[in-house]
């Protein structure tokens, strides 16, 4: 993934992450038109971006790390809140299976580490794609919950992703940047 930075999204990204979201998931372009519209979700706090040396923004994840209202909807087996959410992660189709899901996953493992939350999760939406995705879930290290639900211990996940991805985490946030390529 030469050259590809993982950064917090601003009010300016979202263009790209729109564009990124309808090209990955056309049946969400209704979504991506009113992320365009109504800005950045206030639902989901963190958002990443994924961007190339040359401003093309190529993959996006919208989560957070203290998930608490999620709780129960990730919760049939006892998850006790708060834990780290992924709500959506989209590549656009023309830079996949270069590592950049995996990156952008990985950063929010950071992330959720740095703030001490102990699990990580995601619900897995059911259509023709599932197979794909449960196979990216597994790689990234997630363990299957039940039918759609899955989790990962945020510690151990950050201590492979340390070795598996090499992003440089930063902790100083101050300019956005959160990890690159190195
Ligand atoms: C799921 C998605 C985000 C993965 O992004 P990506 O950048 O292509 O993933 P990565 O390159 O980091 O893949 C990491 C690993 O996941 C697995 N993987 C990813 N895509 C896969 C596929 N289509 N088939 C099988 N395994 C796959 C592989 O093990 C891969 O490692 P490898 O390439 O070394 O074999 C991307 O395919 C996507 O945007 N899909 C559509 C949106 C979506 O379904 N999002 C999930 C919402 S619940």
């Known amino acids: 993934m030469g050259g590809i930075i993982i950064r917090r999204a601003t009010p300016a990204d979202v263009v790209g ?5 309808r090209s990955s998931r056309p049946d969400h372009a209704n979504l991506a038109d009113a992320l365009e519209l109504d800005g950045l979700p206030a639902c989901y706090p963190v958002t990443l971006v994924a961007v190339q040396g040359d401003g093309e923004t190529v993959g996006w ?5 203290e998930s608490r209202g ?11 809140a708060p834990h780290a959410f992924v709500s959506e992660i989209d590549v656009h189709p023309k830079h996949r299976r270069k590592g950049i899901g995996r990156a952008l996953f990985h950063t929010l493992v950071a992330l959720a580490d740095e703030a001490g939350v102990i699990l990580i999760g995601l619900r897995a939406q059911e259509d023709e794609d599932l197979a794909h ?12 919950l039940d039918g759609t639900g899955w989790v990962g211990d945020v510690r151990t996940l950050a201590r492979k992703s340390k070795s598996a991805v090499d992003i440089a985490c930063v902790s100083s946030m101050a300019n956005g940047l959160i990890g690159e390529e190195r």
Do not use: C, K
Not at 17 to 21: D, L, R, T
Not at 134 to 142: D, E, K, Y
């Open 133 to 144: 995705r449960q196979a990216f879930f597994r790689s990234v290290g997630l363990a299957l």
């Open 61 to 65: 994840l919208d989560g957070t790390v």
């Open 17 to 21: 992450i729109a564009h990124v979201w």
């Open 70 to 80: 999620l709780a129960d909807e990730l919760n049939p087996n006892g998850i006790p």
